[in-house]
């Protein structure tokens, strides 16, 4: 909204690119910084939100229709803003967010195969001109994340979708990171950790003080 005052910052990428370990790094880095923020997920981040995200990841559940799976995305995500994104924001906190809105493009854009057009559509209607201010993009091949994900045990209901999806959402996340260079900082999620927080470090000096 244009008074917010807080900086909204999204955290994207496929899956096990290591998201979580380096979000939790950022967010170590940004609370020695002083500056008050609040750490959420996409789809969840409330009550109802994390309900309706166990929906959405469910293997137990009949298949879900691809327009089904993208309304229950926003639905999480309208009750996300109203409840934690925008109060928080307007109150001057940075939002950390683990996914956000480019998810949508890329997994049930991308992924599914929606139109564009409809997603564009509900995130006029959900988030009015809210976009994110600054976007972190892990960025690894699909191979290589799918088969990280795996290792680490029980895999979701979109885990267990065909290589040919994540390379689908990968290219979606690129060329949305291509159109938008001004929001977008894309880190090579494909080396060791320490690698990885070393690109982190030098993209943080821009912007925290
Ligand atoms: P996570 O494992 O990063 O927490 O995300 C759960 C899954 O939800 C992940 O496979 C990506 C998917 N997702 C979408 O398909 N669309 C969305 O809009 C969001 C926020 C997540």
């Known amino acids: 909204m244009s008074d917010q ?19 939790d790094y950022i967010a170590d880095k940004i609370k020695k910084s002083g500056q008050s923020f609040v750490l959420t997920r996409e789809p969840g981040g409330t009550t109802l939100g994390e309900e309706i995200r166990a929906l959405l ?16 995305m926003f639905a999480a995500r309208a009750e996300h803003l109203q409840k934690v994104i925008l109060p928080a924001l307007n109150e001057g906190k940075w ?45 690894l091949d699909a191979d290589i994340g799918l ?16 290589i040919d999806f994540f390379n689908r959402v990968r290219e979606k996340y690129l060329s949305m990171a291509n159109v938008e260079p001004e929001r977008y900082f894309i880190i090579n999620a494909q080396y060791d950790l320490s690698v990885v927080q070393q690109q982190i470090d030098e993209l943080l000096i821009e912007f925290i003080k």
């Open 5 to 23: 005052k807080g900086l909204f910052i999204t955290f994207e990428g496929v899956e096990g690119a290591g998201k979580t370990t380096n979000i």
């Open 57 to 72: 990841i469910s293997k137990e559940l009949p298949e879900m229709h691809s327009d089904t799976e993208l309304l229950l």
């Open 95 to 139: 939002v950390l967010c683990d996914r956000f809105t480019d998810a949508s493009y890329a997994y049930q854009g991308a992924g599914r195969g929606i139109d564009t057009k409809k997603i564009a559509l509900l995130e006029n209607l959900v988030q009015g001109v809210l976009r994110p201010d600054i976007t972190f993009l892990f960025d």
């Open 147 to 162: 088969a990280r994900a795996q290792s680490r045990g029980e895999t979701d209901r979109f885990e267990q979708q065909h």
